[in-house]
């Protein structure tokens, strides 16, 4: 944290002198564990090892905060008979070992069938589940058909039930006892027991305990999974909803919450309403039955659609045609980032916009990326710099080998230079989803020009081309609401009348205030159900700046957070089930009974003026089907799921499995690496085989604090690139002795996919660590480099394969194998033959572009 | 300038007549230096706006003369980050006013070896009738089991996550009516 | 190092930290630590061969000023006419060197903003100008022959500032945080005033007659003897900071320095009656002065560039300040040599 | 105060501790407290936000010559900068300090505190300054009798940062041995270069004690810290102390700045940080205390700072007597070398 966000970490450093105890677990010793008073060292992509022991920990030892895992989770839910855990073999029940995918409908609770309130949804169309599950990889299968049915599964309120959630979490997680963990990640057992006991002492009803995290845990082929083990073992200790816990995700850049909520993703609509997919006779309501819960939240999924096509297609979104249902495109599987690569290669996609993106220097395997750009008709590249990616068909690493030749590329390149955060006026959303407006300071220079002109112009352009057409599928653009006012010479379209197109008017016109005002008939509109309430009275309120010192901590009137401004989600379980603080020390919301009313520091994520002692009556739906202790409002039964019987791809439970490339057996299961994982498995992606004496050593990849992701902001300035010049690897000692690497010498690592050289930084913060009777080796790669700029190296993401995590299809990046070796790599042709001979060496089909 | 206001300029002079007689501090300033002032003082304007770089959101003030940005400096009022920067943040002067930064159109054509000029509504037309093609090319109604699928695959985008939701937004709106389902983002990543 | 037992750190440990030079180290080796061997103070980053030859320029001035002012005052008309070019050439050349030091010569009269007794530098531009301007006034009436009476005058003026002129450098030296130079500040100025005698002489003795040569002669015999005998002291007060002195183009240059000087003085002593003699003795006293300038600059850097010259007298004057706390005596507070 | 007193060291112009420098610099009874910097490395993360805010700001020039020298990796852990100079004012430095386990528990470090204690002091590597490799494994500790190394996974490592700048000393070197005024103390007691005044002598380089201080090779001034002069006189904070991400760059009234260090030393030491210590606190030091000064986790060498530094001008008087009465007696030797022995 202290690496890749300075800043914030200002406020661990403040809880730090203030008395909390900073724990770092991290393969590598960086400037985070300099300043923690604790650093875990352990072996990259064992962290669910790790973090089942803790689960396991708290389980055995009856650590768990009991009150709040009783009035809060779904612990006491018995899971259906029919599920079989994952246990030696360490495949769960359902798996299909031909499709590689797992049909869940095994992992159901007892007598209830429950939608998830993000992941993997659309399981619940009975005609459709085997066509699901055969072509669809977003879709794990479906169930069966009382999947509509709300209602309440069998529960043991002591938790010792044998099907019960606790014990069966209890029983998967019991094979990872400290000893184990210690055998798989590498770490010694006082050390485990040591963060163990300090997370376990540090919460519960004065205390709690935060998860801080970034793509350290995301990129993996059981990325999502690291996650859900995280929020099981904070929800058994009591730390979500609650001041000073959480899992917080760090995330990288200004706006990538703001990218995922508005997503610029295949697979969602605005406000993580999933995409449709492709069905036989599918309408509004059909998708909503398969997609939305009933209760909870998320069953006002049709008021925050309908109002969604109303605002993108307005009048022509009626009642009638289903508010435009069927102008929005169809899915059929996994048009990931990754899988529109694959298929720009094959030339069956034939455009590309790249838009403040460097792919050739950011992404796994930076040869696929460019392939696949040379195998284009047409780039369009907007940035503020010559980034590689736009020239890449000059001076990419595939010119100098011979693999390409610039006069065979066909691809037509279009660089447009794009106005940078002063020259525009927008929101970003951070990391905490707040949105922050910034204001336009200069105008853009020569041609530069803000996204929202280009875009806004490209439409127009295209609307304008496309005029007077009749042909049907030309119906969605010519009927789009694309009227934005604008200002200036450039014509630049007004800002705020897109952010209060996304929060939303009603029938007459005004803004919305809160997304429960939203209706499914048609009298609403909104492009972003969530994002609701930033135009409250018309008022930008994500343009709010009363100084921080002038209000409480929490700080509400800074910026806007979503939904409804909210600080902390779920907050209302920082209160007991009767509404009381659990601690004066932890008080943050309660129900304050002679208003009637929940109130506290934070606006209450929970019906203002229902009760803890609400329960609903038979038949309620949504919300009213929620009683006044189910803090969680968007799951389907207001619970925290311990088990989640849906909405993953890969198991209800998070379970240890090795990185695809490991240089070790899993200790912890059969089962080697993730059984349900998406593989592109193809000439230019080959992968090292797990184990392998020729790809012996472990490398991770990172950022330094001194550059920004592909280098697009960074390697182009002085200030940054003198502070890190140069592409570098970080070994230990020993490792160094081993392969005779110099100091500040070069080194040249390998893969299946190509080899890169770096200057060596010899380091002590690098281990060794023992597995089993292995010592494992891991290499530092900071990934920033690139051919352009002021400091230039080879692109540590080159040496990357792709594998991905079925869930969300993101790519294992933060761990793979290599071999290492003193001095440069070789130029020219000859580094296509070194890398082949390695992949030979190592039993590898013949690798590279055919 | 008179020999009396020459003189008492002279710091011999004053090291001679006043308080600090070896010459180290009031005797030796110079006009210039006692004339200092912080550039930002010069400031037509100053303009709240968030860092660029990571996710934390930082507050900047961003002092503005003459249409340009003269310095970028964090925003004590901002409660996330009271002020404060990395070194990226506090670099982002320099990432605005970068003298490598790329400002004109460039365009390669097909099998072309070098960079052209290209003038911005030329290039603007050009990828509009690129996109109505490959849209076209890529076009599929339904699929081999009748599926409704009512979309292209002609072209995609890849969108950074220093965009601005607004931004987004368009984008995804109008890839939506393009029947373009390729969008992806760095979120991904 | 009050810390650990450097006896039982592993042999490694106790590097001088620093990188090259090693073979040539003298003087035992001292533990330290340092920042990766860098320097901790900067070097200066005066111009050689320009401050150098301004120092012994200056000093060959200084001294040549009061040979001339007293051969005058004798009736010794060639080392006259000798000291009175050679102070003013002397102080013309150094001058010039001065000024082409400077990193922005364009501001060279920004020098005369100020006097500052507390910069060397600044009292050494208000005895160079003024003895500049004896000098150069003295010269011209020596070689015009017009205003002689105005030289004579000028010319003790110039002999009355020449000493201070051939010694401040020394403190110009010595008042820096480079260790050999400002520890040995009881000893440059002496190093510097005798070098500045031999210097002054050595130019009587080529220019001047044997019939006047004689006073020229002393001076610089006299002048060479102090300068290696304080030379001697001054190394030996130093004790580790005199390993500079020991290696490198500094160890060439002083012992080159010797040679000259003893060779100088000896020719001097004995064949002052000789012209050719003479001329030679006076150039190798002038060689053996300059050569000394050019080997303490050169000490110097090399002095500055290292971090044992830093740190371990440092530790050993907290140290000493330390145990005598303890034992209650007078700290010792500035020399550790 | 006249010349003479100043010089002669009465009012402790030359050494000591000197209440108030702006004073001594004849800034009236009405000027602005002294401010100054107090560095808390044990909070340091080494983001290096201060070198980048304060180039900035200063409008400071890339560091380096060349180009071919600027991008390159020193190999000194993160440190690429290397030291203050011309154009770099503000210099974290990272080392990289490895004992063998057992001088502490196993991975286990109390709350609060950045690093273990008692430490096998050494050089964290040997980087020769012209820029040859380092051979960081040749510094490795041999244990055993075979030459055996000690088990990697046996060592602990804990990593320094510090972010030096320069000192604005009591008694300032730079400043008093400066020829053209162009350093002087300013009313806030800091010590600054005025760019349009120096003529590039140089002197103030080897005279610093820290050397902090160096001449730019592009425009031949001198430069350094400036504590952000022209920021202090709109009241605005330094632009370093300003960026720092943690705080361990204060900013303040010097007397405060005191006092929080005092309160933070003692605090740590409670916490069982033994290592912790002030540098440049102390107004009894040799340079009469610093306006610029730190909290540091070993000594001071470590991080490449001088253990006890005192200013060269200390000494300055004795040096003008010596020089006088050497004057004096190469006068008295030139005179008498026309009249010993007579004339043969």
């Not at chain 3, 001035?61 to 102070?87: Q, W, Y």
């Not at chain 4, 007696?329 to 070398?337: K, P, S």
Request: proline letters at 6%; a negative charge; hydrophobic letters at 35%.
């Amino acid at each position: 944290m202290a690496e890749a966000h300075p800043v914030g970490f200002q406020w661990v450093m403040e809880a730090k002198a203030r008395g909390a105890t900073v724990i770092h677990v991290d393969p590598r010793f960086t400037r985070t564990s300099a300043v923690a008073d604790l650093h875990v060292p352990f072996r990259a992509g064992a962290d669910i090892a790790f973090l089942g022991g803790l689960i396991n920990y708290v389980l055995t030892e009856g650590k768990d905060f009991r009150e709040y895992v009783t009035a809060f989770t779904n612990a006491a839910e018995l899971v259906g008979e029919d599920f079989a855990d994952a246990d030696v073999e360490g495949v769960f029940s359902g798996y299909n070992a031909e499709t590689g995918r797992y049909d869940p409908i095994s992992w159901q609770m007892d007598g209830a069938y429950e939608a998830p309130a993000a992941g993997q949804r659309d399981h619940w169309e009975p005609e459709l589940r085997e066509e699901h599950a055969a072509f669809t990889s977003d879709t794990a299968g479906g169930v069966g058909d009382q999947a509509y049915a709300p209602s309440d599964p069998e529960r043991d309120d002591t938790l010792q039930h044998p099907r019960c959630v606790y014990q069966v979490l209890k029983r998967h997680y019991a094979r990872y006892t400290p000893e184990a963990v210690s055998r798989v990640c590498g770490m010694g057992v006082e050390q485990f027991l040591a963060v163990a006991r300090a997370i376990t002492e540090n919460s519960g009803r004065e205390r709690t305990t935060a998860w801080v995290y970034s793509v350290g845990w995301t990129h993996h082929t059981v990325g999502a999974q690291y996650i859900r083990a995280a929020s099981i073992l904070q929800t058994l200790l009591g730390n979500m909803g609650r001041p000073g816990g959480g899992i917080l995700a760090l995330r990288g850049h200004a706006s990538i919450q703001g990218s995922t909520d508005i997503p610029t993703l295949y697979d969602l609509l605005p406000g993580y309403i999933p995409m449709p997919n492709a069905h036989l006779h599918e309408d509004l309501q059909s998708f909503l039955d398969a997609d939305a819960a009933k209760t909870g939240f998320w069953g006002h999924m049709d008021a925050y659609l309908v109002s969604l096509l109303k605002a993108w297609w307005g009048d022509a979104a009626t009642p009638e045609n289903d508010f435009a249902f069927d102008y929005l495109p169809r899915l059929t599987g996994n048009h990931g980032t990754y899988g529109i690569v694959r298929d720009q290669i094959d030339r069956k996609t034939f455009g590309y916009f790249l838009v403040g993106e460097n792919p050739a220097v950011g992404h796994a395997n930076g040869k696929m990326q460019r392939l696949g750009m040379a195998n284009l008709d047409w780039l369009v590249v907007r940035d503020m710099q010559m980034i590689e990616s736009a020239s890449f068909w000059k001076d990419g690493p595939e010119i100098e080998t011979g693999e390409l030749r610039t006069e065979d590329i066909g691809t037509e390149v279009f660089f447009l230079p794009c106005a940078n955060h002063t020259e525009k006026s927008g929101t970003f959303t951070n990391t905490q989803r707040l949105l922050q407006w910034r204001r336009e300071a200069v105008h853009p220079p020569g041609d530069a020009r803000s996204e929202l002109h280009f875009y806004f112009h490209l439409g127009k352009k295209i609307r304008e081309k496309l005029a007077g057409s009749t042909d049907d599928r030309d119906r969605p653009l010519l009927d789009l609401t694309w009227d934005y006012p604008t200002f200036g010479v450039h014509e630049e379209p007004d800002p705020q009348s897109v952010l209060a197109e996304i929060n939303g008017f009603d029938a007459d016109g005004n803004h919305l205030a809160s997304y429960t005002q939203m209706k499914a008939d048609g009298t609403t509109s909104g492009g972003c159900w969530i994002y609701t309430g930033v135009f409250k009275d018309g008022v930008n309120q994500a343009d709010r700046r009363t100084p921080g010192a002038e209000q409480t901590w929490v700080a509400p009137e800074w910026g806007w957070a979503w939904p409804a401004n909210r600080r902390t989600l779920y907050n209302r379980a920082s209160a007991d089930a009767d509404g009381k603080p659990w601690s004066e020390r932890k008080a943050y919301v309660w129900w304050d009974e002679e208003s009637g009313s929940w109130t506290g520091h934070d606006i209450p994520d929970f019906e203002a003026t229902k009760a803890p002692s609400y329960r609903p009556p038979e038949g309620a739906t949504v919300e009213d089907a929620l009683s006044g202790t189910d803090a969680f409002i968007m799951q389907a039964n207001g619970k925290a799921w311990l088990y989640a019987p849906t909405g993953l791809a890969d198991g209800p439970m998070p379970t240890h499995y090795e990185p695809v490339e490991s240089p070790v057996a899993n200790l912890l299961h059969d089962q080697q690496d993730n059984p349900a994982r998406e593989d592109i498995d193809r000439a230019w992606n080959r992968l090292n085989p797990a184990m392998s004496e020729t790809y012996p050593y472990v490398f991770l990849t990172y950022r330094l604090t001194e550059h920004h992701t592909a280098g697009g902001m960074s390697r182009f300035l002085g200030y940054l690139s003198e502070l890190q010049p140069e592409f570098f690897c970080e070994v230990s000692p020993a490792l160094a002795r081993e392969r005779n690497l110099e100091h500040l010498g070069y080194a040249t690592l390998i893969s299946a996919r190509t080899a890169i050289e770096a200057r060596v930084l010899v380091t002590e913060r690098m281990k060794p660590l023992r597995i089993g009777d292995q010592r494992i080796h891991q290499i530092g790669l900071p990934y920033h480099w690139g051919s352009n700029g002021l400091s230039v190296g080879d692109p540590a993401n080159d040496l990357l394969g792709v594998v991905m995590d079925p869930n969300v299809h993101i790519q294992e990046s933060k761990v793979a194998t290599c071999d290492i070796q003193p001095g440069r790599r070789p130029r020219g042709p000859a580094l296509l033959e070194f890398v082949e001979s390695y992949r030979r060496k190592a039993g590898v089909e013949p690798g590279g572009i055919t | 300038m008179g020999v009396r206001t020459w003189l008492g300029e002279w710091p011999m002079f004053r090291q001679a007549t006043g308080s600090d007689p070896l010459g180290r501090g009031a005797a030796v300033q110079s006009p210039r230096t006692r004339a200092l002032e912080p550039r930002t003082r010069e400031a037509d304007e100053v303009v709240k706006s968030v860092c660029p770089y990571c996710a934390v959101g930082c507050g900047q003030n961003i002092y503005v003369r003459d249409g340009r940005v003269t310095q970028i400096e964090g925003d004590p009022d901002s409660p996330i980050s009271r002020g404060r920067l990395c070194p990226k943040g506090s670099a982002s002067t320099s990432l605005v006013t970068s003298p490598t930064r790329v400002t004109t159109v460039k365009y390669r054509r097909p099998y072309g070896t070098e960079w052209e000029d290209l003038d911005l509504d030329t290039a603007l037309d050009m990828i509009a009738d690129r996109v109505l093609d490959a849209r076209r090319r890529g076009w599929q109604d339904t699929d081999d089991q009748g599926r409704v699928l009512r979309r292209t695959l002609g072209f995609s985008s890849l969108g950074g996550a220093t965009l601005d939701n607004e931004e987004n937004y368009l984008i995804k709106k109008l890839f939506m009516a393009l029947g373009a389902i390729q969008v992806e983002n760095q979120a991904r990543i | 190092m009050t810390d650990a037992n450097p006896a039982e750190m592993p042999e490694r440990f106790r590097g001088r930290g620093r990188g090259g030079n090693r073979e040539e180290l003298q003087v035992p080796e001292a533990e330290f630590r340092s920042y990766y061997g860098r320097p901790i103070i900067k070097a200066p980053v005066w111009k050689n061969p320009d401050v150098p030859l301004y120092l012994f320029l200056g000093g060959l001035a200084g001294s040549s000023s009061v040979l001339a002012a007293m051969a005058r005052a004798t009736g010794r008309p060639t080392l006259r006419r000798a000291g009175r070019l050679g102070a003013a050439a002397g102080a013309v050349g150094g001058t010039v060197f001065l000024v082409h030091d400077l990193h922005r010569p364009r501001r060279f009269l920004h020098m005369l903003r100020v006097f500052k007794p507390t910069s060397p530098l600044s009292v050494g531009t208000w005895i160079l100008s003024p003895f500049a301007t004896f000098a150069a006034a003295t010269a011209a009436t020596e070689v015009t022959g017009w205003f002689r009476r105005t030289g004579d005058v000028t010319g003790v003026a110039a002999a009355v500032v020449g000493p201070a002129l051939a010694t401040y450098t020394a403190v110009l030296f010595s008042n820096t945080a480079v260790p050999t130079w400002h520890e040995a500040h009881r000893h440059l100025p002496i190093l510097f005033g005798s070098s500045a005698a031999a210097a002054g002489g050595g130019f009587g003795l080529v220019f001047s007659s044997v019939r006047d040569n004689e006073p020229a002669a002393r001076l610089a015999i006299a002048g060479a003897a102090t300068e290696l005998a304080i030379d001697e002291k001054m190394q030996r007060d130093l004790g580790m900071l005199a390993d500079v002195y020991c290696k490198g183009r500094a160890k060439t240059l002083m012992r080159a320095s010797k040679t000259c000087l003893v060779a100088g003085a000896l020719g001097a002593l004995v064949g002052r009656r000789r012209r050719w003699s003479a001329a030679l003795s006076g150039l190798a006293l002038m060689a053996g002065s300059a050569l000394t300038r050019f080997g303490v600059f050169d000490a110097g850097i090399a002095s500055a560039n290292d971090p044992a010259h830093i740190v371990v007298p440092q530790r050993e004057r907290i140290r000493q300040r330390q145990a005598s706390t303890e034992t209650a005596t007078t700290p010792p507070d500035r020399t550790f040599a | 105060m006249t010349l003479f007193d100043a010089f002669s060291g009465a009012a402790s112009s030359l050494s000591g501790p000197l209440p108030d420098p702006s004073a001594d610099a004849g800034w009236s009874a009405e000027h602005p407290k002294r401010v100054g910097f107090f560095t808390d490395t044990s909070v340091c993360i080494g983001c290096k936000a201060c070198e980048v805010a304060c180039k900035e700001w200063n409008l400071v020039p890339d560091d380096g010559t060349d180009a071919s020298d600027l991008y390159r990796l020193t190999g000194m852990s993160y440190d690429n900068t290397g030291d203050l100079g011309a154009s770099t004012w503000r210099h974290v430095a990272f080392i990289e300090d490895v004992r063998p386990h057992g001088t502490a528990t196993t991975g286990h470090m109390p709350s609060g505190l950045p690093a273990l204690g008692g430490s096998l002091p050494r050089d964290a590597a040997s980087a020769p300054p012209d820029g040859g490799t380092v051979d960081l494994l040749a510094l490795l500790p041999d244990t055993g009798a075979h030459g055996q190394q000690t088990p990697d996974d046996e060592r602990d490592v804990r990593w320094l940062m510090s972010s030096d700048v320069c000192k604005h000393c009591t008694h300032a070197g730079c400043l008093d041995v400066c020829p053209t005024g162009a350093l002087f103390r300013t009313e806030f007691g800091t010590v600054v270069v005025q760019d349009d005044i120096c003529n590039g002598c140089g002197y103030c380089v080897p005279s610093c004690p820290y050397g902090v201080i160096d001449v730019r090779e592009s425009d031949g001034g001198a430069h350094k810290c400036t504590l952000c002069y022209d920021r202090l006189g709109e009241g605005l904070e330094p632009a370093c102390a300003k960026a720092c991400p943690t705080n361990s760059i204060q900013f303040g009234d010097l007397d405060e700045l005191q006092a929080a260090a005092d309160a933070r030393l003692a605090e740590l030491h409670g916490r069982g940080v033994e290592e912790a210590r002030l540098y440049g606190r102390d107004p009894d030091d040799g340079v009469g205390g610093d306006g610029a000064f730190f909290l540091l986790l070993d000594e001071p060498e470590v991080y490449g700072l001088p253990p006890d530094p005192i200013v060269t001008t200390r000494d300055l008087p004795e040096m003008w007597r010596n020089a006088a009465l050497t004057a004096l007696g190469l006068g008295a030797a030139a005179v008498a070398a026309f009249f010993t022995g007579g004339r043969r």
